[in-house]
Nanobody, 114 residues
Framework: QVQLVESGGGLVQPGGSLRLSCAAS????????MAWYRQAPGAQRELVAL?????????SYADSVKGRFTISRDNAKNTVTLQMNSLKPEDTAVYYC??????WGQGTQVTVSA
C-alpha cells in the first residue's frame, strides 16, 4: 500500500520559514520524480517544486517561489522536503506531496498571516 504522509505545516508570520516533510512508503522511492503542489481556497492545484528521481536529483520551481523555496530528497530515508523561506501571505494553501503525480498525500495546511 502506497502512503505519502506530509508534516510540518502550520501558521507563520510573513517573512518566516517552514519546512515541510513527506515520508513515502510502498513505492520504490528513488526512481520516482517527487513534487510538492499547493491549492489555495478557490484556486486550482499548482505545481510548486519538483525533484527528479532515478539518481538525477535535479530540481525545478514555480516562478512564484524561485529563490525562496528549496526541494530536496533523501533516498535512504524515503523522504522529500520543502524548505520555505521568506513566506508571503499568498503562499497560504494546502500543500501536497506527490510521487509522479500518481500517488498523493493528504495535504498539510500552511497559513502565512500576521
Amino acid at each position: 500500500q502506497v502512503q505519502l504522509v506530509e508534516s510540518g505545516g502550520g501558521l507563520v508570520q510573513p517573512g518566516g520559514s517552514l519546512r515541510l516533510s513527506c515520508a513515502a512508503s510502498g513505492i520504490m522511492f528513488r526512481i520516482y520524480n517527487m513534487a510538492w503542489y499547493r491549492q489555495a481556497p478557490g484556486a486550482q492545484r499548482e505545481l510548486v517544486a519538483l525533484i527528479s528521481g532515478g539518481g538525477g536529483g535535479s530540481a525545478s520551481y514555480a516562478d512564484s517561489v524561485k529563490g525562496r523555496f528549496t526541494i530536496s530528497r533523501d533516498n535512504a530515508k524515503n523522504t522529500v522536503t520543502l524548505q520555505m523561506n521568506s513566506l508571503k501571505p499568498e503562499d497560504t494553501a494546502v500543500y501536497y506531496c506527490a510521487a509522479a503525480s500518481k500517488f498523493w498525500g493528504q495535504g498539510t495546511q500552511v497559513t502565512v498571516s500576521a
